[in-house]
């Protein structure tokens, strides 16, 4: 079983950044990774993915301020977040999929206004 675990959450003020990383246990080198996010009372929504070969999709809310990325070295895939808004606070969870759909605990991500 494939092992995803987030690290990086926290609480910001807003216009802020934080960087969230998800390291998997496994090679994710042939994987679609993901980031998710689910905020109190809402369904979870996807943020941003990369394809293996680095193509990237982005939640309209987020272009321009997330950047995602990968390293295939490191089995890791980041989530890079700028200029933080009230709205961005959930709890993001990070997801690779591969054949079949794996999950991270998730990481509390708090901004401030």
């Known amino acids: 079983q494939g092992q995803l675990v987030e690290s990086g959450g926290g609480l910001v003020q807003a216009g802020g950044s934080l960087r969230l990383s998800c390291r998997a246990s496994?090679?994710?080198?042939?994987?679609?990774m993901a980031w998710y996010r689910q905020a109190p009372g809402k369904q979870r929504e996807l943020v941003a993915s990369?394809?293996?070969?680095?193509?990237?999709n982005y939640l309209d809310s987020v272009k321009g301020r997330f950047t995602i990325s990968r390293d295939n070295t490191k089995n890791t895939v980041y989530l890079q977040m700028n200029n933080l808004k009230s709205e961005d606070t959930a709890v993001y969870y990070c997801?690779?999929?591969?054949?079949?759909?794996?999950w991270g605990q998730g990481t509390q991500v708090t901004v401030s206004s």
């Open positions: 496994g090679n994710i080198g042939s994987a679609i």
């Open positions: 997801n690779a999929f591969l054949k079949l759909n794996y």
């Open positions: 990369i394809t293996d070969r680095g193509t990237t």
